[in-house]
């Protein structure tokens, strides 16, 4: 139990350090710094165990699996389902996931890469007949196969207490007897009305009168709460070669799609070591390509050669230094990551601090970057995120995601499964390293992370939102680290987003001052005041108190989740 003298546990997800890991918590911020946050709510404390995730039903299921015994896996399953009925838009066993495991009896750090590939029918010479010159965003064609199911299990067998059907129980009943949906969730949901009229089981499953549900009204899915009794019962092996899978591959057959029960058949999950670089005495992990998570890692390694905390006192170059740093580190993500099996992903030599002292000298402090060029290399040949801790210190750090707003926006027939479209993240340039091939996963956007403090575990934590995610991880993790915030105080804090050349998406808390200071530097703001928050991502954070060993869970008010503890 977290707070007992007589026990000592190690957690791994995001490691920090900054002149004491005391002062996180003792000093919530610096004190005479302009950028100084007050958090909207306060830090959950806790001792047995701690869950956070952007919705509370999910939340909830959680935390009462850790009550009833279950461990930290066992939770974050039965919240990945519960997320597939109660943010549909969202996540599902339709989509992909990724996983960061900490297992502290062992002091253990584990990766799992569950994401699934293109379809074998699917070719670049399927695209240059038809004269496509870049992957389709939605539809049949960018469906890839889906991995997140298969990854829930693997995640069971492997470190599970609990039986599949226990962990499943919650969602189905959800499913089929309906819940209240939330005002964020009813927020997005209206936004992809048109998406889901132009498949027409994706209307009948996911529309009510041709409309989205509002908020606080109920949505049921029988559908889905039949598919997920028949996984309960059959596992995996019902998804990817029993009914499941024939249903699945009978209703792609009927309408244009390429998946065939040799392509399910074929998934499966793999066990990866996670990459790690050191930020000023913080060891900060990230799941390796075809993930993004090294962007992250590049970007810090860029400014831990800055001050931040000094530059914080002049907030537009803080802001600007931050933003540079993290168009170096896209540019070389956009340029080198790829499925490792398929392509040489150089990734020695792009987290060496020699790499990243060269990439440093291209910032200039007073003007920003337009598209600067990936690092030279000689290479050769919408989302959810959860975290859980248990009372014996174990960690999962865990992200399931179906890429864009309710995915592809096609769901296969009476399923009720909404299909990824992660195959949009494909290039159909021959020479590009992650280019289309048959049997090759995409580049991806989903990235769960931890912190260790030696070979302590600091933190457990992620920021959804596609393009968001690597930017956010920094923007946290700075805050906490050179900037001294507490945990809420740093999902709090305002973000930015780069979007395309100078283009920078800005919240308005950055203030009027600061934004037409950025501006005057050549920062474009890529949307009028008043953009929506949600394109900031949603974070979720679990850290360890480094002083009364207990559990802090932290919940960014962008989403409608919280975090819970006891």
Do not use: C
């Amino acid at each position: 139990m977290f707070g007992s003298e007589s026990t000592s546990r190690s957690f791994r997800i995001i490691t920090v350090t900054v002149i004491s890991a005391l002062m996180i918590v003792s000093t919530p911020f610096a004190q005479n710094s302009p950028l100084k946050v007050k958090a909207g709510r306060s830090v959950v404390r806790a001792r047995n165990g701690m869950v956070a995730s952007s919705q509370p039903l999910a939340s909830e299921v959680g935390l009462d699996i850790l009550k009833r015994g279950g461990n930290a896996v066992d939770a974050a399953i039965a919240m990945a389902a519960m997320l597939n009925v109660t943010e549909p838009m969202m996540t599902g066993i339709g989509g992909d996931a990724f996983a960061l495991v900490y297992w502290a009896k062992t002091k253990e750090l584990r990766g799992l890469n569950a994401s699934g590939r293109a379809p074998k029918a699917l070719t670049l010479d399927y695209f240059a007949k038809k004269q496509i010159k870049s992957m389709p965003q939605f539809g049949m064609e960018s469906i890839t196969v889906p991995g997140a199911f298969d990854g829930w299990t693997t995640l069971l067998d492997k470190y599970g207490t609990m039986k599949l059907a226990d962990v499943l129980a919650p969602a189905i009943e959800t499913a089929e007897n309906g819940f209240p949906v939330m005002e964020k969730a009813a927020q997005d949901w209206s936004a992809e009305v048109n998406k889901l009229k132009k498949n027409p089981a994706a209307t009948a499953n996911y529309l009510i009168d041709g409309r989205a549900p509002r908020a606080g009204e109920i949505f049921r899915q029988r559908n889905l709460a039949q598919t997920l009794r028949a996984l309960a019962k059959g596992g995996r092996d019902d998804f990817y070669k029993g009914d499941t899978a024939r249903r699945i591959v009978d209703y792609f057959s009927h309408n244009g799609g390429f998946i065939t029960l040799e392509d399910l058949a074929a998934q499966k999950s793999e066990w990866v070591e996670p990459i790690s670089t050191d930020y000023r005495g913080y060891t900060v992990y990230e799941i390796p390509p075809n993930g993004q998570g090294i962007t992250a890692l590049i970007a810090l390694n860029i400014l831990e050669g800055f001050d931040l905390a000094s530059l914080s006192a002049q907030p537009e170059r803080y802001y600007h230094t931050l933003i540079e740093a993290t168009k170096l580190a896209f540019a070389d993500r956009n340029r080198y990551i790829a499925d490792p099996s398929f392509a040489k992903v150089p990734v020695r030599e792009l987290l060496s601090k020699e790499y990243a002292a060269k990439r440093r000298t291209l910032i200039d402090p007073t003007k920003a970057l337009d598209s600067p060029p990936p690092g030279d290399i000689n290479v050769g040949s919408d989302t959810t995120y959860l975290t859980v801790v248990d009372k014996d210190g174990n960690a999962v750090s865990f992200i399931n995601s179906l890429f864009d707003a309710f995915g592809s926006g096609v769901v296969a027939g009476d399923t009720g499964i909404v299909f990824q479209n992660r195959g949009s993240g494909f290039s159909l340039k021959p020479d590009h390293p992650n280019r289309l091939e048959p049997g090759k996963r995409p580049f991806h956007t989903i990235i769960p992370a931890m912190v260790f403090k030696g070979d302590q575990l600091f933190m457990s934590f992620g920021v959804m939102g596609g393009a968001i995610q690597p930017q956010g991880h920094v923007q946290v993790l700075t805050n906490i680290i050179d900037l001294r915030m507490g945990l809420q105080e740093a999902i709090d804090a305002p973000r930015f987003r780069i979007t395309n050349g100078t283009k920078v998406l800005l919240e308005d808390e950055l203030s009027p001052a600061v934004i037409e200071r950025l501006v005057a530097m050549g920062h474009v703001r890529d949307k009028p005041p008043g953009v929506l928050r949600s394109s900031m991502g949603g974070g979720q954070a679990i850290m360890i108190d480094p002083v009364n060993k207990t559990l802090m869970g932290a919940s960014d008010p962008r989403k409608d989740g919280m975090a819970l503890g006891y």
